[in-house]
């Protein structure tokens, strides 16, 4: 531990490598997460409901079983050939045995995730609390991809990371108080579950959905009331910004629904790295006090 806190690019090494590896491991969440929920529905479904006659899920699948395989020719794929990024570099984002194409997606969440934790680790330096912060990214990077995919947040996600972050204030490895991080919690869920029954009151309509306000609540309790502020002001500007965008490219009305928990999950990284700095310099640009 004394190493990584002298060589403070050491632990940026090491964050960034972790990060990699663990970006592989991401994409599997990412795909099969939701599966195995729906899986789960299934099957309560199917033993709540005897009447209806829902047929249960059949055979194991979990995050380790079945093996990853082609989608395609349903080949294992081999641990030569599962070796982040560079595997698909090798092959040319394609199946070694049936050729079929391999999504850039892949090597872009292994680099992403790989970038991010080494951001983590080069801003905070060594610490236990960067430790937690990288596990949050690892959440927030899952979360957001099934989101973009789903539309949905699952509680398997946001609410281990709620208890996490009042979990790290109650250690002391936070530098959120206890009693900051537990505000945090309810006012971060409070907040945007006022505003969607504000929304429904006065137009009828469901205006985001309750995996929102557990995504902001667990990161009120990471950052504190304190942050909330500017994590719901920076993610609904970039939210909207990107959001128009978005369905502007896939020529959608502006009243089809979007995802808004990644831009939470933006705006709640960029406030636990950059929060202070930000607030500062917002607080001095608008008082013109340096």
Partial sequence: ?????????????????????????????????????????????????????????????????????????????????????????????????????????????????????????????????????????LVLISATFIDLDTMFLPDQLTIPLLWAGIALALLGISPISLQDSVIGAIAGYLCLWSVYWLFKLATGKEGMGYGDFKLLAALGAWLGWQSLPMIILFSSVVGVVFGLIQLRMQSKGIDTAFPFGPYLAIAGWVSALWGSQITYAYLAITTGVY
Wanted: hydrophobic share 45%; with cysteine; proline share 7%.
């Fill in 1 to 137: 531990m004394d190493v990584l806190i002298y060589y403070p690019w050491l632990f940026v090494v090491f964050a960034t490598i972790f990060g990699l590896i663990m970006g592989s491991f991401l994409n599997v969440v990412i795909h099969r997460l939701p599966i195995m929920m729906e899986r789960g529905w299934r099957e309560e479904c199917a033993e709540a409901f005897p009447e209806y006659k829902i047929t249960p899920p059949e055979g194991q699948y979990n995050l380790s079983v079945p093996r990853s395989a082609c989608p395609k020719c349903e080949t294992p794929i081999r641990i030569l050939d599962n070796i982040p990024v560079l595997s698909w570099l090798i092959l040319k984002g394609r199946c070694r045995h049936c050729d079929n194409k391999i999504s850039s997606r892949y090597p872009l969440v292994e680099l992403l995730t790989a970038a991010m934790c080494g951001v983590v680790a080069w801003q905070l330096g060594f610490s236990w609390y960067s430790i937690a912060l990288i596990g949050m990214t």
